[in-house]
Nanobody, 113 residues
Framework: VQLVESGGGLVQPGGSLRLSCAASGFTFSGYAMNWYRQAPGKQREWVARTSSLSGNTWYADSVKGRFTISRDNGKNMVYLQMNSLKPEDTAVYYC???????WGQGTQVTVSS
């Protein structure tokens, strides 16, 4: 099982980033997928989830209206489009297969002027 996140970087407040997560080694389309984040000195925080097939999505209140999670089951990919970024969005972002211990290595997002 492998989850590989990419797309992080340094962005100014109000900017946008699109994170990607490439999955392999398991039946990707059979799992809901999550994005989590962990800021320095804080616990890991759930950000968003997409269902396996129906396209349903759920968001933490802190990102609702600014972030969009999506997936492409044909490519075994899950994405997180992040708009109107704020300094408090600074964290390492991880993807996760719901209900499993499948985690990626994370990608750093820094929002700073």
């Amino acid at each position: 099982v492998q989850l590989v996140e990419s797309g992080g970087g340094l962005v100014q407040p109000g900017g946008s980033l699109r994170l990607s997560c490439a999955a392999s080694g398991f039946t990707f389309s059979g799992y809901a997928m999550n994005w989590y984040r962990q800021a320095p000195g804080k616990q890991r925080e759930w950000v968003a989830r997409t269902s396996s097939l129906s396209g349903n999505t759920w968001y933490a209140d802190s990102v609702k209206g600014r972030f969009t999670i999506s997936r492409d089951n044909g490519k075994n990919m899950v994405y997180l489009q992040m708009n109107s970024l704020k300094p408090e969005d600074t964290a390492v972002y991880y993807c996760n297969a719901y209900g499993t211990d499948y985690w990626g290595q994370g990608t750093q997002v820094t929002v700073s002027s």
